[in-house]
């Protein structure tokens, strides 16, 4: 019989119980409930309201049953339907009387929200790391091609010159925002609800903070009611995941079209590349393809906690049973590309002669040569004509600007003189962009050195959050 039979006259159909049961998702918890259940035991024994001698039986035994787990000689009964149940059935068969007093004091809604919240602390923690791996890495690769120039675009159209370590550190800043929404679905996740009980307290004498420490939180939740029922910190984590999800699928999108013959920018390693079954020449970017394809899946995970919480009236309600596993997805999906991302950026080979013949198409040089107007009391407007009809011209004539003579310009305006060609020079083109937050080669020295300062205070972030139960894995 199940622990809350005693009201029961019957059983639970076959169908319904496993219909009900959340073992299959929550056993991947266990870790965190085990550890849960130790501080409130000790907790429990703290406060006399049960014998020392109890507590520590209840810890022995709880010690062995994770060691079971972690060697893959637990056997899980779907009969148990949690890993609450299952872990507290087991220790009550193994240490008797003693384990029937672990549950003083507490209910399953304030233990699957302890556990909830532990798991989510310790998935942040994991995906902050994962997280500055891959813009260490996109740091490393920018700093290897200092000098690079990559043609710019709008509108997938040729726009203006940047540098592409330039371009490379957009993602590294939409990554570092990233680690700041992780960071705030941390410090969300990081209060306790263990000692509220079902909804409303509890009668015994306990010590919730002295518990909460014990389990690393380093606050408790101040309101029963909402202790049991809130989901926002999941909410946050599903946020940050989704935003970075949607920035891992950007890169991966350039990444497609780099490596196409078209662009040929970059070359990706064999490790992270895949051919065709029919076509032997192929080198295909399937892993780019598979981080953009699995963000839907990441977007869907975060849809499916907010409709599942958008009616639910106070306190605990089944529903809330549906909230782990689509977290757990998301993080493991965003765990594995994370580090496919670090691998393919890593290992690819980037083609600079090939990005350096691309800035030659496309007039890249034609807002340089309308500002050379301007500087010459030209206004903006009237400067931006002339050039608009010297592309033209380059396009009736199939060449570029750099190849039209020197009597055209002259003839399209009398301010132009010879030094325009330093204004057709695609590396004085990017090097006059040297305003703060440019690509010119200093503005992107100076910014290097936000992005190191940025390093060291995210790393020191990460070593200052409060302590997190690692998840387990299954064997």
Request: glycine share 6%; with cysteine; aromatic share 8%.
């Given at each position: 019989?199940?622990l809350?039979?005693?009201r029961?006259e019957?059983?639970?159909?076959?169908?319904?119980?496993?219909?009900?049961?959340?073992?299959?998702?929550?056993?991947?918890?266990?870790?965190?409930?085990?550890?849960?259940?130790?501080?409130?035991?000790?907790?429990?024994?703290?406060?006399?309201?049960?014998?020392?001698?109890?507590?520590?039986?209840?810890?022995?035994?709880?010690?062995?049953?994770?060691a079971?787990i972690?060697?893959?000689?637990?056997?899980f009964?779907?009969?148990?339907?949690?890993?609450?149940?299952?872990?507290?059935?087991?220790?009550?068969?193994?240490?008797?009387?003693?384990?029937?007093?672990l549950?003083?004091?507490?209910?399953?809604?304030?233990?699957?929200?302890?556990?909830?919240?532990?798991?989510a602390?310790?998935?942040?923690?994991?995906?902050?790391?994962?997280?500055?791996?891959l813009?260490h890495?996109?740091?490393?690769?920018?700093?290897?091609?200092?000098?690079?120039?990559?043609?710019?675009?709008?509108?997938?159209?040729?726009?203006q010159?940047?540098?592409?370590?330039?371009?490379?550190?957009?993602?590294?800043?939409?990554?570092?925002?990233?680690?700041?929404?992780?960071?705030?679905?941390f410090q969300?996740?990081?209060?306790?609800?263990?000692?509220?009980?079902?909804l409303?307290?509890?009668?015994?004498p306990?010590?919730?903070?002295?518990?909460?420490?014990?389990?690393?939180?380093?606050?408790?939740?101040?309101?029963?009611?909402?202790?049991?029922?809130?989901?926002?910190?999941?909410?946050?984590?599903?946020?940050?995941?989704s935003?970075?999800a949607?920035?891992?699928?950007?890169?991966?999108?350039?990444?497609?079209?780099?490596?196409?013959?078209?662009f040929?920018?970059?070359?990706?390693?064999d490790?992270?590349?895949?051919g065709?079954?029919?076509?032997?020449?192929?080198?295909?970017?399937?892993?780019?393809?598979?981080?953009?394809?699995?963000?839907?899946?990441?977007?869907?995970?975060?849809?499916?906690?907010?409709?599942?919480c958008?009616?639910?009236?106070?306190?605990?309600?089944?529903?809330?049973?549906?909230?782990?596993?689509?977290?757990?997805?998301?993080?493991?999906?965003l765990?594995?590309?994370?580090?496919?991302?670090?691998?393919?950026?890593?290992?690819m080979?980037?083609?600079?002669?090939?990005?350096?013949?691309?800035?030659?198409?496309?007039h890249?040089?034609?807002?340089?040569?309308?500002?050379?107007?301007?500087?010459?009391?030209?206004?903006?407007?009237?400067?931006?004509?002339?050039?608009?009809?010297?592309?033209?011209?380059?396009?009736?004539?199939g060449?570029?600007?750099d190849?039209?003579?020197?009597e055209?310009?002259?003839?399209?305006?009398?301010?132009?003189?010879?030094?325009?060609?330093?204004?057709?020079?695609?590396?004085?083109?990017?090097s006059?962009?040297?305003?703060?937050?440019?690509?010119?080669?200093a503005?992107?020295?100076?910014q290097?050195?936000?992005?190191?300062?940025?390093?060291v205070?995210?790393?020191?972030?990460?070593?200052?959050?409060?302590?997190v139960?690692?998840?387990?894995?299954?064997?």
């Amino acid at each position: 019989m199940a622990l809350w039979g005693g009201r029961f006259e019957g059983t639970v159909a076959t169908s319904t119980q496993e219909f009900g049961a959340s073992l299959p998702v929550d056993k991947y918890l266990y870790k965190q409930d085990i550890a849960a259940s130790k501080a409130h035991a000790a907790m429990l024994a703290k406060q006399r309201i049960i014998s020392l001698e109890d507590a520590e039986a209840i810890t022995a035994g709880l010690s062995a049953i994770e060691a079971d787990i972690e060697a893959g000689s637990f056997a899980f009964d779907i009969n148990d339907e949690d890993i609450h149940m299952a872990v507290e059935s087991e220790l009550t068969r193994r240490i008797g009387e003693a384990g029937k007093r672990l549950h003083t004091g507490r209910s399953r809604n304030d233990q699957v929200a302890t556990d909830t919240r532990l798991a989510a602390k310790a998935l942040a923690k994991q995906l902050m790391e994962a997280n500055l791996q891959l813009r260490h890495t996109l740091v490393d690769v920018a700093n290897a091609h200092p000098k690079a120039v990559f043609p710019g675009m709008t509108h997938l159209q040729h726009a203006q010159p940047v540098l592409f370590s330039h371009h490379l550190l957009v993602y590294y800043w939409m990554f570092t925002r990233d680690f700041k929404r992780l960071l705030a679905a941390f410090q969300a996740a990081d209060a306790s609800p263990l000692g509220a009980a079902a909804l409303a307290g509890t009668s015994y004498p306990l010590d919730r903070v002295a518990s909460a420490y014990a389990m690393g939180f380093t606050q408790v939740i101040p309101n029963s009611l909402d202790a049991v029922s809130d989901r926002d910190f999941l909410l946050d984590l599903h946020y940050a995941c989704s935003t970075m999800a949607l920035h891992l699928s950007r890169l991966s999108e350039e990444i497609v079209l780099w490596s196409t013959t078209e662009f040929g920018f970059i070359t990706l390693s064999d490790e992270f590349s895949t051919g065709s079954s029919i076509m032997p020449q192929k080198k295909n970017p399937d892993f780019a393809e598979l981080i953009r394809g699995k963000t839907g899946r990441v977007y869907g995970n975060l849809l499916q906690l907010f409709v599942t919480c958008k009616g639910l009236p106070l306190a605990y309600n089944k529903d809330l049973q549906e909230d782990k596993e689509g977290a757990l997805d998301s993080a493991r999906t965003l765990l594995q590309s994370l580090e496919v991302m670090a691998g393919m950026i890593k290992t690819m080979t980037v083609n600079t002669d090939a990005m350096r013949v691309a800035c030659n198409k496309g007039h890249l040089a034609a807002t340089d040569v309308a500002d050379y107007l301007v500087k010459h009391g030209m206004a903006f407007r009237e400067a931006h004509a002339i050039v608009g009809g010297l592309v033209l011209e380059c396009e009736h004539r199939g060449c570029q600007l750099d190849e039209l003579p020197f009597e055209v310009f002259q003839e399209a305006s009398p301010l132009f003189g010879k030094d325009i060609a330093n204004a057709l020079d695609i590396k004085a083109v990017v090097s006059a962009r040297f305003t703060e937050g440019g690509t010119a080669p200093a503005a992107v020295r100076e910014q290097m050195k936000l992005v190191c300062s940025s390093l060291v205070a995210d790393e020191a972030a990460l070593m200052g959050l409060s302590p997190v139960i690692e998840m387990g894995n299954l064997s």
